[in-house]
Protein backbone atom coordinates (compact mmCIF):
# COMPACT_ATOMS: atom_id res chain seq x y z
CA UNK A 1 0.00 0.00 0.00
CA UNK A 2 1.19 3.61 -0.60
CA UNK A 3 1.49 5.97 2.34
CA UNK A 4 -0.42 8.18 0.74
CA UNK A 5 -3.70 7.59 -1.23
CA UNK A 6 -3.78 9.31 -4.68
CA UNK A 7 -6.94 11.36 -5.26
CA UNK A 8 -9.20 12.04 -7.68
CA UNK A 9 -8.24 15.02 -9.81
CA UNK A 10 -5.22 16.28 -7.89
CA UNK A 11 -1.99 16.37 -9.79
CA UNK A 12 1.34 14.54 -9.29
CA UNK A 13 4.74 14.50 -9.85
CA UNK A 14 5.98 11.18 -10.51
CA UNK A 15 8.94 9.77 -10.88
CA UNK A 16 11.19 7.09 -10.76
CA UNK A 17 14.78 5.84 -11.74
CA UNK A 18 16.68 2.50 -12.79
CA UNK A 19 18.02 0.28 -9.70
CA UNK A 20 21.32 1.25 -8.82
CA UNK A 21 20.70 4.22 -10.77
CA UNK A 22 21.16 2.27 -13.89
CA UNK A 23 20.08 3.77 -17.35
CA UNK A 24 17.04 2.02 -18.26
CA UNK A 25 17.32 3.90 -21.55
CA UNK A 26 19.71 2.18 -23.33
CA UNK A 27 18.87 3.54 -27.05
CA UNK A 28 16.55 5.94 -29.09
CA UNK A 29 14.37 2.73 -29.46
CA UNK A 30 14.01 2.20 -25.51
CA UNK A 31 12.62 5.80 -25.53
CA UNK A 32 10.41 5.41 -28.01
CA UNK A 33 9.25 2.73 -26.59
CA UNK A 34 8.58 4.50 -23.34
CA UNK A 35 6.81 7.01 -25.28
CA UNK A 36 4.35 4.86 -27.29
CA UNK A 37 3.70 3.14 -23.48
CA UNK A 38 2.36 6.06 -22.44
CA UNK A 39 -0.16 6.13 -24.95
CA UNK A 40 -1.30 2.93 -25.37
CA UNK A 41 -1.53 1.48 -21.82
CA UNK A 42 -3.37 4.90 -21.10
CA UNK A 43 -6.65 3.29 -21.06
CA UNK A 44 -8.79 1.38 -18.86
CA UNK A 45 -9.60 -0.78 -21.18
CA UNK A 46 -7.40 -3.92 -21.51
CA UNK A 47 -4.56 -3.94 -24.15
CA UNK A 48 -3.36 -7.27 -25.61
CA UNK A 49 -1.54 -5.96 -28.62
CA UNK A 50 0.32 -2.79 -27.75
CA UNK A 51 1.61 -2.62 -31.31
CA UNK A 52 -1.80 -2.96 -33.03
CA UNK A 53 -4.05 -0.64 -30.26
CA UNK A 54 -0.94 2.08 -31.08
CA UNK A 55 -1.94 1.69 -34.80
CA UNK A 56 -5.71 1.49 -34.14
CA UNK A 57 -4.81 5.39 -31.78
CA UNK A 58 -3.48 6.56 -34.89
CA UNK A 59 -6.01 5.89 -37.34
CA UNK A 60 -8.45 6.78 -34.53
CA UNK A 61 -9.84 3.68 -34.65
CA UNK A 62 -9.98 3.01 -31.07
CA UNK A 63 -11.06 5.17 -28.75
CA UNK A 64 -9.34 5.40 -25.35
CA UNK A 65 -10.72 6.05 -21.80
CA UNK A 66 -7.82 7.64 -20.13
CA UNK A 67 -6.74 7.08 -16.48
CA UNK A 68 -5.06 9.94 -16.37
CA UNK A 69 -4.16 12.75 -18.03
CA UNK A 70 -0.60 13.57 -18.76
CA UNK A 71 0.76 16.99 -18.40
CA UNK A 72 4.67 16.97 -19.21
CA UNK A 73 6.92 14.46 -18.90
CA UNK A 74 10.36 13.55 -19.89
CA UNK A 75 12.57 10.97 -20.30
CA UNK A 76 16.54 11.06 -18.86
CA UNK A 77 19.23 8.51 -19.56
CA UNK A 78 18.54 6.40 -16.02
CA UNK A 79 14.84 7.77 -14.95
CA UNK A 80 12.00 9.72 -15.94
CA UNK A 81 9.67 12.23 -15.18
CA UNK A 82 5.80 12.44 -15.34
CA UNK A 83 3.57 15.28 -14.57
CA UNK A 84 -0.01 13.59 -13.76
CA UNK A 85 -3.39 14.27 -13.18
CA UNK A 86 -5.57 11.39 -11.88
CA UNK A 87 -8.95 11.11 -14.03
CA UNK A 88 -10.36 7.95 -12.06
CA UNK A 89 -10.35 6.59 -8.58
CA UNK A 90 -6.96 4.41 -8.78
CA UNK A 91 -6.08 5.83 -12.09
CA UNK A 92 -2.01 6.68 -11.60
CA UNK A 93 -1.51 3.45 -9.45
CA UNK A 94 -3.28 1.01 -12.34
CA UNK A 95 -1.66 3.44 -15.31
CA UNK A 96 1.84 3.11 -13.49
CA UNK A 97 0.99 -0.65 -13.37
CA UNK A 98 0.25 -1.38 -16.89
CA UNK A 99 3.51 1.00 -17.92
CA UNK A 100 6.22 -0.66 -15.59
CA UNK A 101 4.70 -4.20 -16.58
CA UNK A 102 4.92 -3.21 -20.31
CA UNK A 103 8.07 -1.48 -20.67
CA UNK A 104 10.25 -3.93 -17.92
CA UNK A 105 9.06 -7.04 -20.21
CA UNK A 106 9.80 -5.13 -23.96
CA UNK A 107 13.32 -4.55 -21.85
CA UNK A 108 14.09 -7.40 -20.01
CA UNK A 109 13.54 -9.58 -23.39
CA UNK A 110 15.36 -7.13 -25.50
CA UNK A 111 18.48 -7.06 -23.28
CA UNK A 112 18.07 -10.41 -21.98
CA UNK A 113 17.64 -9.67 -18.43
CA UNK A 114 15.46 -10.72 -15.86
CA UNK A 115 14.46 -9.14 -12.16
CA UNK A 116 13.78 -5.31 -11.54
CA UNK A 117 14.57 -2.31 -13.95
CA UNK A 118 13.19 0.46 -11.47
CA UNK A 119 14.13 1.51 -8.17
CA UNK A 120 11.10 0.24 -6.08
CA UNK A 121 7.59 1.58 -6.86
CA UNK A 122 7.15 5.30 -8.75
CA UNK A 123 7.27 8.28 -6.56
CA UNK A 124 4.50 10.32 -6.17
CA UNK A 125 4.36 13.90 -4.82
CA UNK A 126 1.68 15.90 -4.61
CA UNK A 127 1.19 19.61 -6.45
CA UNK A 128 -0.07 21.46 -3.68
CA UNK A 129 -1.08 24.93 -4.67
CA UNK A 130 -0.81 26.83 -8.52
CA UNK A 131 2.58 28.01 -7.56
CA UNK A 132 4.18 24.63 -7.60
CA UNK A 133 2.26 23.90 -10.74
CA UNK A 134 4.21 26.56 -12.59
CA UNK A 135 7.70 25.44 -11.03
CA UNK A 136 7.26 21.77 -11.87
CA UNK A 137 6.94 22.05 -15.40
CA UNK A 138 9.64 23.75 -15.98
CA UNK A 139 12.02 21.25 -13.53
CA UNK A 140 10.94 18.67 -15.72
CA UNK A 141 11.80 19.97 -18.93
CA UNK A 142 14.96 21.83 -17.62
CA UNK A 143 16.47 17.98 -16.82
CA UNK A 144 18.12 17.54 -19.93
CA UNK A 145 20.43 19.86 -18.87
CA UNK A 146 22.28 17.54 -16.90
CA UNK A 147 23.80 16.19 -20.92
CA UNK A 148 25.76 19.66 -21.16
CA UNK A 149 25.35 21.51 -17.68
CA UNK A 150 25.63 19.08 -15.20
CA UNK A 151 26.27 22.20 -12.47
CA UNK A 152 22.55 23.55 -13.55
CA UNK A 153 20.63 23.37 -10.62
CA UNK A 154 23.40 25.24 -8.63
CA UNK A 155 22.71 28.03 -11.07
CA UNK A 156 25.59 27.16 -13.33
CA UNK A 157 24.44 27.65 -16.85
CA UNK A 158 26.79 29.55 -18.83
CA UNK A 159 24.72 30.80 -21.80
CA UNK A 160 20.93 30.79 -21.53
CA UNK A 161 20.82 30.83 -25.25
CA UNK A 162 22.74 27.69 -25.81
CA UNK A 163 20.66 25.68 -23.45
CA UNK A 164 17.06 27.02 -24.68
CA UNK A 165 18.47 25.76 -27.95
CA UNK A 166 19.68 22.32 -26.69
CA UNK A 167 16.22 21.71 -24.89
CA UNK A 168 13.95 23.42 -27.67
CA UNK A 169 15.48 20.19 -29.86
CA UNK A 170 15.77 17.19 -27.17
CA UNK A 171 13.55 14.70 -28.48
CA UNK A 172 12.32 13.13 -25.39
CA UNK A 173 10.38 15.50 -23.31
CA UNK A 174 7.11 17.72 -23.72
CA UNK A 175 8.54 21.22 -23.88
CA UNK A 176 8.86 21.62 -27.45
CA UNK A 177 5.16 21.09 -27.28
CA UNK A 178 4.42 23.74 -25.37
CA UNK A 179 6.55 25.78 -27.68
CA UNK A 180 4.61 25.05 -30.75
CA UNK A 181 5.51 22.04 -32.05
CA UNK A 182 3.09 18.46 -31.72
CA UNK A 183 5.88 15.77 -31.43
CA UNK A 184 3.82 14.14 -28.52
CA UNK A 185 -0.02 14.78 -29.64
CA UNK A 186 -1.58 12.03 -28.56
CA UNK A 187 0.20 11.52 -25.12
CA UNK A 188 -0.12 15.21 -23.98
CA UNK A 189 -3.39 17.17 -22.42
CA UNK A 190 -2.14 21.14 -22.87
CA UNK A 191 -5.18 22.72 -21.68
CA UNK A 192 -4.56 23.22 -18.10
CA UNK A 193 -0.53 23.90 -18.37
CA UNK A 194 -1.48 26.31 -21.10
CA UNK A 195 -3.91 28.08 -19.52
CA UNK A 196 -1.46 29.37 -16.70
CA UNK A 197 1.15 30.05 -19.33
CA UNK A 198 -0.63 31.55 -21.96
CA UNK A 199 0.17 30.73 -25.56
CA UNK A 200 3.07 29.29 -27.16
CA UNK A 201 4.89 32.46 -26.93
CA UNK A 202 3.75 33.31 -22.96
CA UNK A 203 5.57 29.65 -22.22
CA UNK A 204 8.75 30.09 -24.15
CA UNK A 205 9.23 33.91 -23.22
CA UNK A 206 8.41 32.88 -19.39
CA UNK A 207 10.52 29.63 -19.75
CA UNK A 208 13.84 32.06 -20.91
CA UNK A 209 13.10 34.40 -17.96
CA UNK A 210 12.75 31.66 -15.79
CA UNK A 211 16.43 30.19 -16.79
CA UNK A 212 17.85 33.77 -15.56
CA UNK A 213 16.96 33.44 -12.62
CA UNK A 214 15.40 30.03 -11.55
CA UNK A 215 14.90 29.16 -7.90
CA UNK A 216 13.46 25.95 -6.81
CA UNK A 217 13.69 26.19 -2.76
CA UNK A 218 9.75 26.51 -2.48
CA UNK A 219 9.28 23.09 -4.58
CA UNK A 220 12.25 21.04 -2.87
CA UNK A 221 10.05 18.64 -2.03
CA UNK A 222 8.50 17.94 -5.17
CA UNK A 223 11.98 17.11 -6.59
CA UNK A 224 13.86 14.00 -7.86
CA UNK A 225 16.90 13.26 -4.87
Known amino acids: MRKQELVLNNI ?46 KNE ?9 ILAFCLMPNHYHLLLMQRIESGITEFMRKMGC ?3 NYFNIKYK ?6 QGRFKSVLIENESQLLYIPYYIHLNPLDIIFPDWRDKRIKSRKEAVNF ?22 NKNLIKELFGDKDGYSENFYDFIKDYD ?3 VVNLLLE
Open 167 to 188: LDTYKWSSHADYCGGSNFSLIL
Open 102 to 104: GYV
Open 113 to 118: RVGSLF
Open 216 to 218: FSS
Open 12 to 57: YHIYNRGVEKRRIFLDERDCLRFINDLIVFNDTKLVINPKQRLLDI
Open 61 to 69: IHNRDPLVD
